[in-house]
């Protein structure tokens, strides 16, 4: 059950930040859980240079600024162009980001691995032990939940994102940037991928196919949860 939830927990990172991405913008991203595999991949890298926890603040960082980019540069020329463009460019760049991955950092496995702290068992129950790292993921996941949600209702920034999203117009006239507004959301859905892979590559596993592996499932959880849901997300998940 705790594993169950655990990984539930894990899928609603990714999820949360694909339903974030469609409910402000209306663009189902099909290169989610390609940034998602960056964050642990990053993640690895920045490891063995800073150590894992300053990796655990600036991968999803990186992966962010990396989606914020691709809105400004790519997906924002073809948005006006209608949904099918919009998911074909976004299919397009999963696949570019798994080629990027392969040439980089080879086709295996590669060995990242759980810091000190999050080595060994958290505790025992029934004779089974339930490791540290699964613990800190359940942690992590709910952390994020609360954040988003008062980013969202309680500050701000969410009721520009909240009022951009209903009535763009009225937004851009009382002299706020929502073609930016839309740019930091997509990145910000990002880095939320990128979050969930700094601890899941490491939880689990970190290779070329860890993209593909969740890819449908998650799909799933956002069907299931209601399109642009987040608390339905966090159930479905």
């Not at 189902?28 to 991949?41: I, K, Q, W």
């Not at 993640?43 to 990796?55: D, E, N």
């Not at 596993?205 to 998650?218: K, Y």
């Amino acid at each position: 059950l705790l594993n169950g939830v655990s990984y539930g927990l894990l899928l609603f990172m990714l999820s949360s930040g694909l339903t974030l991405i469609f409910s402000m913008m209306g663009v189902l991203n099909f290169a989610h859980t390609s940034f998602y595999m960056l964050g642990a991949y990053f993640a690895y890298t920045l490891s063995g240079v800073i150590g894992f926890w300053p990796a655990l603040f600036f991968s999803p960082l990186l992966v962010g600024v990396l989606g914020a980019l691709f809105e400004r540069y790519s997906l924002r020329r073809v948005h006006k162009y209608g949904h099918v463009p919009e998911l074909l460019v976004t299919f397009g760049l999963s696949y570019l980001i798994l080629e990027v991955v392969q040439l980089v950092w080879g086709r295996g496995t590669v060995p990242y691995a759980l810091p000190s702290a999050l080595q060994g068992p958290l505790f025992t129950l029934y004779g089974t032990q339930f490791p540290k790292s699964r613990s800190f993921v359940m942690l992590v996941a709910l952390l994020m939940l609360v954040a988003v949600w008062l980013l969202l209702t309680r500050t701000r920034i969410g009721l520009v994102i909240q009022a951009a999203l209903k009535n763009p117009e009225m937004v851009e006239a009382l002299g706020h940037n929502v073609p930016r507004v839309f740019m930091m959301v997509f990145g910000g859905g990002c880095a939320l991928a990128g979050l969930a892979g700094v601890i899941g590559g490491n939880t689990y596993v970190t290779e070329p196919a860890m993209a593909a592996s969740v890819g449908s499932i998650i799909f799933v959880v956002v069907v299931v949860g209601g399109m642009g849901s987040l608390v339905g997300a966090f159930v479905a998940s």
